[in-house]
Nanobody, 115 residues
Framework: QVQFVESGGGLVQPGGSLRLSCAASESIFSSYTMAWYRQAPGKQREFVAR???????NYSDSVKGRFTISRDNAKNTMYLQMNNLKPEDTAVYYC?????????WGKGTQVTVSS
């Protein structure tokens, strides 16, 4: 199965920005609809954004207008540009296929928004 590795997280102040990356292990990545998910402490994993193979995008209401998902199929990589970050965006961020069967979940990347 294709494996995904997330990176780019960190500690940022409210209103700040971060860019997350999701690197895929195989070039078949380009044919997948991919998505970002996040899981805050004590909460279930939730959908953040997705991007199709034709680069059509969709966002959760909580991040719409602040986050931008993109992909570079030549690099087998997906990105999540996060602007105007809020404390409620604090979570571990994961990437995976949108459609089943999904790959095993990676370790994710921690995003902490705090002053």
């Amino acid at each position: 199965q294709v494996q995904f590795v997330e990176s780019g997280g960190g500690l940022v102040q409210p209103g700040g920005s971060l860019r997350l990356s999701c690197a895929a292990s195989e070039s078949i990545f380009s044919s997948y609809t991919m998505a970002w998910y996040r899981q805050a402490p004590g909460k279930q994993r939730e959908f953040v954004a997705r991007i199709g193979s034709t680069k059509i995008t969709n966002y959760s209401d909580s991040v719409k207008g602040r986050f931008t998902i993109s992909r570079d199929n030549a690099k087998n990589t997906m990105y999540l540009q996060m602007n105007n970050l809020k404390p409620e965006d604090t979570a571990v961020y994961y990437c995976n296929k949108w459609y089943s069967p999904q790959s095993d979940w990676g370790k994710g990347t921690q995003v902490t928004v705090s002053s």
